[in-house]
């Protein structure tokens, strides 16, 4: 029996298919362009999109488990998460892991209320983020400069995010559990800037903004917010960039107990100790270099 990857050629989703594969496991990929996909020798891949319920039975056809992600190409949460559900429910899957964003949308709802066996996987922060987030300022000026650079986080590889997705897929018992997956380390903004600066070689910096120096930064100058931690609330009609930035704002500076504390749970699902930063730094150091460097 197949199992099947949702968001395949995603940040997340090609660890979850790379992971599979080593253990001998049968994939198959969902993607919006397969000729695109770029995944390796072996893995069957489909055309797809969430987003698009009447696309998907094909998709699910002879799968017995999946891995799914509850947001569209947009980052915005899932609509037709029941559509979805249905559908699983009709090609007889059986099991599903849920990869959670900030947000739930429909899918999350209606996979709980169904007979699906679902494990939701509720990692905080990727290491990945910070190729977006960070890439662009560090290239060019070797500077960020954001609110809060004391606040914390325990960020997550994405290979070991894969790695809980395929473990779970595979070994029975983690049906009905959510997994709170954090990385091996609390750090906080300008500890992260020193592991790069280590990777790269670099005189890399962080410079802290006031809140009214990020209002000004931020609201008015162009640098719109992440959207995906905001959701639907992003897309919601007559909410401002202003506005995004005065949440963000709260979220940085309020402590997170939830969101700063270490729960061991990749060594325990997987037998490994997550990957630190400084490794992640490591083998990203390319993305934090100016163009055209060697």
């Not at 489909?46 to 002879?62: E, H, K, Q, Y």
């Not at 749970?265 to 100016?290: C, D, I, M, S, Y």
Request: hydrophobic share 40%; aromatic share 6%; charged share 20%.
């Amino acid at each position: 029996m197949t199992i099947l990857v949702t968001g395949a050629t995603g940040t997340v989703g090609r660890h979850v298919v790379d992971h599979l594969l080593r253990q001998g496991q049968k994939v198959r990929a969902l993607t919006r362009d397969p000729a695109r996909a770029d995944l390796p020798e072996g893995v069957e891949v489909v055309a797809g999109d969430l987003t698009r319920s009447g696309t998907l039975s094909p998709a699910f056809d002879g799968v017995r488990a999946a891995h799914l992600i509850t947001f569209g190409g947009d980052y915005q949460p899932l609509r037709n998460g029941q559509e979805i559900v249905d559908l699983l429910g009709k090609a007889g899957v059986g099991k599903v892991t849920l990869l959670s964003g900030w947000h739930e949308g429909t899918l999350e709802p209606a996979v709980r209320a169904g007979t699906l066996q679902w494990t939701f996987l509720q990692p905080v922060q990727f290491m990945a983020n910070f190729i977006a987030d960070w890439g662009e300022p560090l290239r060019t000026t070797g500077v960020v400069r954001e609110p809060y650079g004391d606040r914390k986080s325990p960020p997550i590889h994405e290979a070991d995010i894969g790695a809980v997705a395929a473990t779970v897929l595979i070994q029975a018992g983690h049906a009905g559990q959510a997994y709170h997956l954090t990385g091996p380390e609390v750090l906080t903004p300008r500890q992260m800037i020193r592991h790069l600066a280590e990777a790269t070689g670099r005189d890399l910096r962080f410079e802290e903004l006031t809140p009214d120096q990020t209002r000004q930064e931020w609201g008015t100058e162009g640098k719109r917010p992440d959207l995906s931690l905001f959701g639907a609330f992003a897309q919601t009609p007559g909410v401002t960039d202003g506005d995004l930035v005065e949440i963000l704002l709260q979220m940085y500076g309020t402590p997170n107990e939830y969101g700063t504390t270490l729960t061991g749970n990749v060594e325990k699902l997987t037998g490994r100790a997550p990957r630190t930063f400084a490794q992640w730094a490591a083998e990203n150091a390319h993305h934090f270099q100016p163009r055209g460097a060697a």
